[in-house]
């Protein structure tokens, strides 16, 4: 989760902006902090940080699905919709996207993808509001290939159910299937709130 303050700070000085990136791993944090070394960073759950007040909130690529924080429930999601709408300065925007269910309970899909030197294989199943998605990657380093197991476990959501949390919060809500030229995956939903000014 990216947070955005008015500031004068490094490179954020061009856009006017300073940022707050949040991640619960701290392997992430390092590695954005050598990408972004003028930006500020968190290690925390976005679920309990405190938020700063902000011109704009951002978390971008299902990270409000992730059933990272063994405590991350509905009414925790709803929890955070109050604390960003009550963070942001009026006319601020919260900039999100959510991944929906996507293939027919109780069956896997599979499939892959490769390129030069690579291949990731991925196998999904849903079970009631979970998806469980198994990813393998296979990385040529040198003449041997590098492998990398993960499981995701994410909450699934209804992008109708979420616009309507959000106004009843206060926000006002635009739901987008992309984000300018880049489409988001099948079914998958991008949402724009604005505090109203």
């Known amino acids: 989760m990216r947070i955005l303050r008015a500031s004068a700070e490094g490179e954020a000085k061009k856009a006017h902006y300073c940022v707050l990136g949040i991640d619960i791993s701290e392997s992430m944090i390092d590695i954005a902090r050598r990408r972004v070394p003028n930006a500020n960073f968190q290690v925390g759950s976005l679920f309990k940080v ?98 990398d197991d993960e499981v995701h476990h994410l909450c699934l959501y209804k992008a109708t159910e979420i616009a309507s949390e959000l106004r009843q919060i206060g926000f006002q809500v635009q739901i987008m299937r992309s984000y300018g030229t880049y489409n988001l995956p099948k079914a998958h939903a991008a949402f724009i709130a604005r505090k109203p000014t």
């Not at 892959?112 to 196998?123: K, M, N, Q, R, S």
């Open 50 to 147: 405190e938020i700063p007040p902000c011109n704009a909130v951002t978390s971008i690529g299902e990270c409000l699905n992730y059933l990272f924080d063994p405590d991350s429930d509905r009414q925790l999601l709803t929890q955070l919709f109050h604390r960003i709408y009550n963070a942001l300065t009026p006319g601020g925007i919260f900039i999100f996207d959510i991944a929906p269910g996507q293939i027919e309970q109780g069956t896997t899909v599979k499939g892959f993808t490769e390129g030069e030197g690579w291949i990731v294989l991925i196998d999904k199943e849903e079970r009631r509001e979970t998806l469980i998605r198994r990813i393998i990657t296979f990385r040529k380093v040198g003449e041997y290939y590098r492998r």
